[in-house]
């Protein structure tokens, strides 16, 4: 069994935990409810032994570093902490509705990193600007930072939905009314936002500690920073709308959403669309 | 005076931080769709002649320098100092606010109050603050004749958290204002075994003086099995007036400081030249030559002449060099060598050790930056003041003890700025031990 090997299965195990949550929400089944949380952290663990395994290989290969050094590596490190960040949001507001906003964006985050033809797969050797720890570092609270953005989009998705049952009248309503009230999801959106907020800080300072350690400039506006920053931005605005303006509900979920575009842009749009000096993260 | 009123209320406003921020955002988008700093010839090329000259109107090709992106910054900034300046004595009343002067009717409409009464005799002589002192509550109370009212708080401070996010933005920016003012930016390429006391800047390609040398004593690369480079390497020597001071190998991620000024492994260049020691066996005399590709030297008191006849390589870098040698008036000996290798070789009678190189130079970028540390001392503050604002909130419960005709009244009020449920819950916890204490009174 290696990595890839578990990686692969990953992808397929959280498929079917997608379709367990959304037989769930659908068919309102609660019995299902502890079988699905089970199955998805069973899947979760296979994913960790994944990581765990490839980080292992690549010592094997006499080139051992952390697997989070490129495209791939960090597409699965983003499925797994979006899994982390749901099941602990599970775990701490005792609800699996939220599963089937969440669960599918890691599916299909290891789906693309399984399937997609532009993204090399095979654990390569760093070439030597990327041998920092600041790197591990900004790459981590990125990443934690982009998971939490991406939950809140799905929260945003969850909360659209309800909305709009809601706003259809009453034979609709049944279909939604065993998902949380409105208010709690504009409040975990929010929650959600904050943290990804913090992460997101942390990721740029410590990308600009490791460019500054690198090649002596903290910020040099190449388009992968620059969009960084303009997806800080967004959510700082949205964080400004929302304490200062009392924006919140429709308006807070559409933004949710929306930022999860920037975030996307910034990740990947930038590598394959613009062209810039971010060497680090782009397809082979 | 109403004008200056009305300016003001302008630059404190949130709505002008939403604009001002969505317009940097919006605005950054185009440096990223077009690239920056190229030549004027390039933007003619690529998007015609009518829009390069508007770009070059608008500073396009260099918009994160450009006069109105600073403006833009500066706005943010005025905002930014304009708003805290409008709203922080309030909040500064608030932290330091004689919790205990507020009148009764306010602390009854707190969003969290219950009330106990009793008529048991013995329930005044309950210290409440006392019982109370549970979980890190910190009581202050005033004696109101037979009355008393307490009153305890957390996270006072954690008010300031969003003012703190506020000034560290404004702390990165004077960082990054000290390093564009009193710093430079600048890069170098120095042969091994050659030194420098200069650096050209990237902005006009201008000397600056170092105020000492730098020397390069070795450049080597190292390479993966795959072909792909493991690691550069520069080993440098400081020398102050012709001494020197210290040695250092730096690499990509590991540069080199002296007196403010940082040296980092950017690049380098392979020369078509060759660093070859020599090394008398017998003696063990050793000297290196500096030798042009396809060139004879000699080293006269051995009588000994050589050169690099031939040389393989891929790209820039040498793998395999032919030396010529020729010891006295014995027949020349060639050999390949490989780079870096050596070799023995015997010639009239005595034996020598050769050692090839190809002669690198390592390039360097050079940065002076003065500001970098207040620069990362606002992002320490910002994660912060963020992490104040987000977690932490500032929890007040005030306690009122009153002896009536009948009995004795106890309110317990509370309020949170931020996070209620949490708060509620931790209210919910003090009323349980009201209602504990009290029974367990009542029993005695
Ligand atoms: C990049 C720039 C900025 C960042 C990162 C930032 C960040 C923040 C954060 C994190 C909060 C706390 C929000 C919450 O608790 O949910 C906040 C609140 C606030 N910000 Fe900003 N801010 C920025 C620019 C500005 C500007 C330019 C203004 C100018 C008016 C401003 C005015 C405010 C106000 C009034 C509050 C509410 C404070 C309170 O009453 O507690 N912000 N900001």
Redesign the pocket.
């Known amino acids: 069994m290696d990595s890839s090997q578990l990686l692969g299965i990953t992808t397929f195990t959280y498929l079917f935990s997608t379709l367990l949550y959304v037989f769930l929400l659908v068919f309102k089944t609660p019995r299902l409810g502890p079988i699905t949380t089970f199955f998805t952290v069973v899947a979760f663990l296979i994913q960790t032994a994944g990581i765990a395994l490839r980080w292992v290989e690549s010592y094997q290969m006499g080139i051992g570093h952390a697997p989070l050094t490129n495209m791939y590596e960090s597409v699965v490190f983003f499925a797994w902490t979006i899994i982390a960040l749901y099941l602990a949001i599970e775990w701490i507001f005792n609800t699996r509705m939220i599963g089937a906003f969440a669960v599918p964006l890691a599916f299909l985050a290891m789906a693309y990193a399984s399937f997609a033809g532009n993204i090399g797969k095979s654990i390569s050797p760093l070439v030597p600007a990327l041998q920092s720890n600041w790197l591990i570092a900004h790459v981590i609270t990125c990443f934690v930072g982009y998971a939490a953005f991406a939950v809140a989009a799905g929260l945003g998705i969850m909360y659209l939905l309800k909305n709009q049952s809601q706003a259809a009248g009453e034979s609709l309503t049944a279909k939604t009314d065993h998902l949380p009230s409105l208010s709690f999801i504009d409040d975990l959106i929010h929650k959600t936002m ?1 943290f990804g ?1 913090i992460w997101l800080s942390a990721g740029i300072i410590t990308g600009a500690i490791w460019a500054n350690s690198a090649w002596g400039t903290y910020w040099s506006w190449d388009p992968k920073e620059t969009w960084s920053l303009i997806t ?2 967004f959510y ?1 605005i949205t ?2 709308a ?3 303006r009392g924006w919140a509900g429709k308006r807070i979920a559409l933004l949710a959403i929306l930022g999860i575009v920037s975030v996307l842009f910034t990740y990947y749009g930038v590598n394959f669309l613009l062209s810039g000096l971010h060497s680090y993260g782009s397809g082979s | 005076m109403k004008l200056i009123n009305h300016l003001w209320a302008f630059f ?3 709505q ?2 939403i604009l ?2 969505s317009s940097i955002a919006i605005t950054s988008i185009i440096g990223t769709l077009i690239p920056q700093g190229e030549s004027h010839a390039f933007y003619v090329d690529k998007f015609g002649a009518k829009t390069a000259m508007f770009f070059q109107i608008l500073d396009i090709p260099a918009m994160y320098s450009s006069w109105w992106f600073y403006g833009l910054l500066g706005l ?1 900034s005025a ?2 100092i304009i ?1 805290s300046c409008d ?1 922080f004595p309030a ?1 500064w009343q608030i932290i330091t606010a004689d919790n205990l002067a507020i009148p009764l009717e306010r602390v009854e409409k707190m969003s969290s109050f219950q009330q106990w009464s009793t008529s048991s005799e013995r329930f005044d002589s309950i210290d409440w603050p006392v019982a109370l002192a549970t979980c890190g509550w910190r009581w202050h109370t005033k004696n109101l004749g037979k009355n008393s009212f307490s009153f305890a708080q957390k996270g006072r401070w954690s ?1 300031v ?2 003012y703190i ?2 000034g560290s ?1 404004l702390i990165i920016f004077v960082g990054a204002i000290i390093g564009h003012f009193f710093g430079f930016k600048g890069s170098v390429m120095i042969p091994e075994l050659h030194s420098t006391e200069k650096i050209y800047t990237h902005l006009n390609s201008m000397p600056i003086d170092l105020g000492f040398t730098i020397r390069n004593d070795a450049f080597g690369i190292e390479f993966y099995d795959n072909g792909m480079p493991k690691e550069y390497k520069s080993t440098l020597t400081i020398l102050e007036n012709g001494r020197e001071i210290f040695q250092k190998d730096i690499k990509v991620n590991n540069p080199l400081s002296h007196k403010g000024i940082t040296f980092y492994q950017s690049s380098y260049q392979g020369h078509q030249e060759f660093l070859m020691r020599i090394t008398d066996t017998a003696t063990s005399e050793s000297r290196q030559f500096s030798l042009p590709f396809q060139q004879q030297l000699s080293w006269d008191d051995k009588n000994l002449r050589f050169g690099i006849i031939n040389a393989e390589a891929t790209g820039q870098r040498v793998l395999r060099a032919k030396v010529w040698f020729k010891g006295g008036e014995e027949p020349a000996i060639t050999e390949w060598l490989t780079n870096n290798g050596i070799i023995s070789i015997t010639s009239g009678g005595k034996n020598y050790s050769l050692q090839v190189k190809q002669l690198y130079s390592t390039g360097l970028q050079v940065a002076k930056d003065p500001g970098v540390w207040i620069v990362y001392a606002g992002c320490g503050l ?1 994660l912060l ?2 992490y104040m ?2 977690f932490l909130s500032h929890k007040r419960i005030w306690l009122y003890q009153q002896v009536t005709a009948t009995g004795v009244s106890v309110f317990l009020a509370g309020s949170s700025n ?1 996070n209620k449920p949490a708060f509620a819950k931790v209210f919910t916890r003090l009323e349980d031990l009201i209602s504990q204490t009290i029974g367990h009174h009542d029993r005695e």
């Open positions: 904050i907020f800080w931005f700082a964080l400004h929302r304490y200062t | 404190a406003s949130v002008l931080a001002t921020l943010l905002n930014l708003c709203r909040v008010r958290g969003v996010v506020h933005i910002l003041g963020l604002a987000f931020k």
